[in-house]
């Protein structure tokens, strides 16, 4: 081969081949160097969008304030199981405890979101603070993995450890939810949350494990709860220094007694009951009903 056809193929071939991962879509794997080496992009920021979100209930700002936020949604299914999604799952209850709250009255209400749309994990908390609420409740629901017996409710409230390793795992679950194809779309800066998550154990830890405790009293009988019902993990939608917050895991998308009961409208109604008597009890403790 003469010198100058060997000289067009050096030059040449390596263009092609990146045409070549052009067409196809960038097929290039991007290295990993561990967590914080990954493209980051920021999620279109939902509050700034659609303006925060409607209080419900009486127009009387002395009642207590209920954020409630249904886990995942839009391009984010959360777990799937049998035929069920887990973002499905979590705005089904949401609206059921939603309205019973309504229903009931004397304390106010608002969701983080009711329609299929995509929040980021920190724009969750962030809504409720900005509406100053009193308590903010997260709804999501697990997966075992497969179809397995696996089932029941638990409640979680935030700690710098894990309660076990299963819970350590449901965490990492969860807040991967902003990791979406491997891209992180975290908004705010890890200083801001090691500052936040300090306060938060410091300032709201005992009420929201008070509040936790009044979701196991007054379910008993009515939910099924999976031992030990109480759990602990570092969760970035619970991070939240100036109000009590739980993070309620329905049940497994994996079981299909879970996904009967959480598709049922008898189940969805037990939920929204135990929840409503354990946020009223909540409220009179604090003398904020
Ligand atoms: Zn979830």
Same mark, same amino acid.
């Given at each position: ?151 029941? /409710?638990? +409640?979680?409230? @935030? &700690?710098? =450890?894990? *309660? ?5 795992? %449901? #965490? $990492? ?20 949350? /090691?500052? +936040?998550?300090? @306060? &938060?154990? =410091?300032? *709201? ?5 008070? %509040? #936790? $405790? ?30 009590? *917050? ?5 049940? %497994? ?37």
């Amino acid at each position: 081969m003469p010198f100058r056809a060997h000289l067009a193929l050096v030059i040449f071939l390596p263009l092609l081949a990146l045409g070549a991962v052009i067409a196809v879509g960038y097929v290039i794997p991007i290295p990993h160097f561990g967590r914080e080496y990954v493209l980051r992009f920021l999620l279109p920021d939902q509050i700034e969008k659609y303006g925060l979100p409607e209080v419900l209930g009486p127009r009387d700002s002395s009642l207590p304030l209920v954020v409630i936020d249904a886990g995942h949604g839009g391009r984010d299914p959360g777990a799937v199981g049998e035929g069920i999604r887990e973002k499905d799952v979590t705005l089904a209850l949401a609206t059921a405890l939603r309205d019973e709250l309504i229903a009931q009255g004397g304390v106010r209400v608002a969701m983080t979101r009711d329609d299929d749309r995509l929040l980021s994990l920190e724009e969750r908390p962030d809504i409720a603070r900005r509406l100053d609420a009193d308590l903010f409740i997260s709804i999501h629901a697990d997966s075992a993995g497969e179809p397995s017996e696996v089932s029941g /409710a638990s +409640l979680y409230t @935030l &700690s710098n =450890r894990a *309660s076990s390793a299963a819970a350590a795992r %449901f #965490a $990492r679950r969860e807040n991967d939810a902003d990791r979406l194809n491997g891209i992180s779309i975290e908004g705010q800066d890890a200083e801001v949350n /090691a500052i +936040l998550v300090e @306060l &938060s154990q =410091r300032y *709201s830890r005992e009420e929201s494990i008070e %509040f #936790a $405790r009044l979701i196991t009293r007054e379910g008993e009988g009515r939910i099924t709860f999976l031992p030990p019902a109480l759990r602990a993990a570092d969760l970035v939608v619970l991070r939240t220094p100036d109000m009590p *917050s739980v993070l309620f895991e329905s049940g %497994f998308v994996t079981s299909a007694d879970d996904a009967q009961r959480l598709l049922s409208p008898e189940g969805r109604q037990a939920f929204a009951n135990v929840l409503t008597s354990a946020i009223k009890a909540y409220f009179v403790r604090q003398g904020l009903d």
